[in-house]
């Protein structure tokens, strides 16, 4: 393809080659408002989350029910000590709540979802139980997505679509999706939002915000989110998420971000630069192969491992350089195309960092390739993981995080247990908390962490991440020095805080992902069978 083939929005944003239309922001009809609409929606929150005094409505009695139907039997039986183990218990708890979750609709159904791609952050009964949450979100009918489209595009089906798909090709708890062509031609994904979800979101927003107080220390949700923190969480990511000009504004901002750093191996579909409206999303349609189709993709020739890598490096900048990142990152989110790109899919939670948050993220990086503790610390006070009072000192000493690591596959199941409790007793006593950009941070590290399971498992864990830390100081050595004050010419990479979070020594030099997996394996047995004991 000649430069001239090149559609023009390439000198700004990274996108397919050649596009259905071409992007110019200055005459996209819907961008100028997003800006007052994400302020508005940031306002919105403290709002839908301060609980009341009095029960918000009807609808709280409709949830309550739910909740302590579902809720009471696994109470009573564990007030009657019932359960043979803790295991037992937080399962049966985590299927109780899953089944209430889908019963009471979209808005716990969303949550749920969140809540099953936070591996590590949750506990993994709640987990592999939310994870049936994503396939039970039943279509709306085609005569509901028709109504809906027509209502906010002000026009007839037929005046704009030469073709549009009845059957979705996907459906979530927020919109579903279907295939379509314009009358002009060009094949595009139309994305449709169910009809009331938006209110019934802010209604569910307040009743859980109003039951919440009333379940910490009940049941058993996650060692550092208690049902208050989670529903303020939950809200953050889920009120912008009901206009979807603001996730069509997301798409350019995060095409630009990857320009700008010059990542070839990532793509956006473009967003109509008329069809989008609140309600209605009308984007370019991309194909590729399925993230988890690791067959096709070899067989295709493509290097799964370039592609985790690319990721992986991505997404570090993103956060650290421009302070925006994807925020919601699954195999449904992603496409591989033919060439080895990956397209990103579904721009609804999108994480962008204040400028202080963002040069915390950038501390708390150099921290980490120096094994600099306190200066992680530092940084993850700064991110808003701890009060800014805290005496950091103190943290670094009740964690033993200034002590030599120990190998956890040399500790016995009750040893493990015994440390994990008191690592989260610890932490918890500080305040310590999970503020929503570090959570989605941590969330996609975690998917990619799966990720590389399936694409890379010989990866040298250890080797990769160190090259990606030089080559991150290399190319932003002068942005860094800069903005935090620091001569990078004198900074030395030392992976000992990587290894200590790895649970093996210093004196380590390299890992695969598959000889990473087999140590957690054997890790997760041993503290299952104690528990079970």
């Known amino acids: 393809m000649s430069p001239n083939d090149r559609s023009r929005d390439l000198q700004w944003g990274s996108f397919t080659e050649r596009g259905p239309w071409e992007l110019d922001p200055q005459s996209i009809r819907w961008l100028g408002s997003t800006q007052a609409l994400r302020s508005q929606a940031n306002a919105e929150v403290p709002v839908l989350t301060t609980p009341r005094r009095l029960p918000p409505g009807g609808r709280v009695i409709i949830v309550t029910i739910n909740i302590v139907k ?284 204040s400028q202080e948050r963002r040069l915390a993220f950038l501390r708390l990086m150099l921290s980490a390739t120096t094994n600099d503790v306190m200066g992680q610390m530092t940084a993850l006070r700064d991110l808003g993981a701890l009060p800014m009072d805290t005496d950091l000192g103190a943290v670094i000493k009740d964690l033993r995080l200034d002590q030599a690591t120990i190998d956890p596959t040399t500790l016995s199941g009750e040893q493990m247990v015994t440390e994990v409790q008191r690592v989260i007793k610890a932490l918890l006593g500080y305040g310590a908390s999970l503020p929503k950009e570090l959570m989605l941070y941590v969330k996609n590290m975690v998917f990619l962490d799966g990720a590389i399971a399936r694409l890379a498992p010989d990866l040298d864990i250890i080797a990769e991440l160190t090259t990606i830390s030089m080559t991150f100081m290399q190319r932003h050595g002068a942005r860094l020095s800069e903005e935090l004050g620091v001569d990078m010419s004198t900074i030395e990479v030392d992976m000992g805080s990587l290894k200590q979070g790895l649970g093996v020594d210093a004196s380590t030099e390299s890992m695969t992902y598959r000889q990473l997996q087999e140590r957690r394996d054997l890790i997760q047995k041993r503290m299952r069978d104690h528990i079970v004991k």
Not at 143 to 165: I, K, M, N, P, Y
Not at 243 to 254: C, G, H, I, Q, W
């Open 70 to 353: 579902a809720l009471a039997p696994w109470f009573i039986k564990k007030k009657r000590n019932k359960y043979v183990d803790r295991s037992a218990s937080q399962a049966d708890v985590s299927l109780r709540l899953r089944k209430a979750v889908e019963t009471l609709g979209p808005t716990y159904i969303k949550l749920g979802q969140i809540i099953s791609s936070g591996e590590g952050l949750f506990p993994p009964e709640l987990v592999e139980q939310f994870k049936k949450c994503r396939d039970q979100v039943p279509a709306e009918p085609f005569s509901t997505v028709r109504q809906t489209v027509e209502q906010d595009l002000g026009a007839r089906l037929e005046d704009v679509f030469e073709w549009f798909d009845e059957r979705e090709l996907a459906a979530a708890s927020i919109a579903q999706v279907h295939a379509a062509r314009l009358l002009t031609g060009e094949d595009v994904v139309v994305k449709v939002q169910r009809p009331r979800v938006a209110s019934l979101v802010r209604k569910d927003l307040t009743v859980m915000a109003w039951i919440a107080p009333y379940l910490v220390g009940r049941i058993p949700i996650s060692a550092l989110a208690n049902p208050p923190a989670l529903v303020e969480l939950f809200a953050e990511t889920i009120v912008e998420e009901l206009d979807f000009r603001l996730e069509a504004s997301n798409m350019l901002d995060v095409a630009a971000m990857l320009h700008d750093l010059g990542q070839e191996g990532y793509i956006v579909p473009r967003p109509h630069p008329t069809l989008v409206t609140r309600r209605v999303l009308v984007m370019e349609r991309i194909s590729g192969f399925n993230f988890d189709d690791v067959a096709g993709m070899k067989d295709a020739g493509i290097d799964t491992e370039a592609v985790i890598r690319t990721g992986m490096i991505a997404f570090m900048e993103g956060a650290m350089i421009h302070g925006i990142f994807h925020g919601d990152l699954h195999g449904g989110n992603l496409f591989v195309l033919h060439d080895g790109r990956t397209a990103l899919l579904d721009f609804g939670i999108v994480a962008r960092l």
